[in-house]
C-alpha cells in the first residue's frame, strides 16, 4: 500500500525524522482514541484534495481521503498527521471529499463516499479497538473510544463534517462490516465471570482472553494485571469499569460492543 504524501514530499515543509519533507510526525507519542471526520471542502475528487496537501504551505495532513470512487491513504496509521488543533497525538484524521454546507443535496454521491468511508473506518476500528459510536467533546477528554467531529475538537474555526452528516447511516455501514468479521471470530463466554481473588482465578479461557486483551502475560491466572487491563478495555468500550470480565467485557475485547 502506497502513501500519497510519502511518495510526493511537500517542498513547503520540513525535513522529517524518516528523510522526507512533509506535515506529519512519523511516529506516535499516544495510543490511538479514535477517529476525527472531516469534510475536505476543495471538492469532490480525493487525489485532488491529495495533491493539494502535497504542495501547501498551510500546515495540513491527514491519514486519507475518500471521494465516491476512491480511497487515497496519505500517510500510515503510526504516523502523527497534522488534522486538529490539539489532539494530533491519539487519533486518525480521514478527509471526506465533501463539503459540510451540501450533506443532503446529492445522496447518490453522500451514500457512495460514506460506503468507502465506512469500509476504511471498519478496519480501523478492528485493528485499534475502537468503538463505532459519535462522541461529544466531554466524553472525548474523559477518554472514551470512539468517533467525533472536526467541529467537536476546534468549534471556534471548524464546523465539519456539518450539522446534517449522516452519522446514523455512517455507523450503521461501519458496524455491519466490522461487527460481522467480529462475530465469526469472536469466541463463544463460557458463563464464567473472571474477578480477583484468592486463589487466583484460572483456566484456559482466562488465557484465551488474555491473548486477546493484549499486553499481558498469557497465564490463565487471573490476577491484578488482568484487572487492570480488563478495566482499560471497559472503559474504552464505555463499560462500568468494575475490573470483571463479564459478557460485556468478553464481547468487548474481541471488538463487539453493543450500543
Known sequence: MGFYLLENENPNAS????GKKGYYYPRRSRDIQGIVVHTAEGGREALGIAKYLAKTDRTASAHVVVDDKNIVNLLPDD???FHVRGHNSNTLGIELAYFASEWGLDKEYEDAVIALAAKW???KVELYNI???RLNREEWLAGKSGFISHAELDPSRRTDPGMNFPWEQFFTLIKGKAYRKAKRQAPRWQGQV???KAPYMRGPDI??????AGGLTVDGIYGKN???RCMAIQKSSGLVQDGLVGPQTWYATFGIVEE
Open 15 to 18: 525535513l522529517r525524522e524518516n
Open 79 to 81: 504516523f502523527t498527521a
Open 121 to 123: 473506518c471498519s478496519e
Open 131 to 133: 468503538t463505532p459510536r
Open 194 to 196: 473472571f474477578y480477583v
Open 207 to 212: 488465557e484465551q482472553w488474555q491473548d486477546a
Open 226 to 228: 488482568s484487572a487492570k
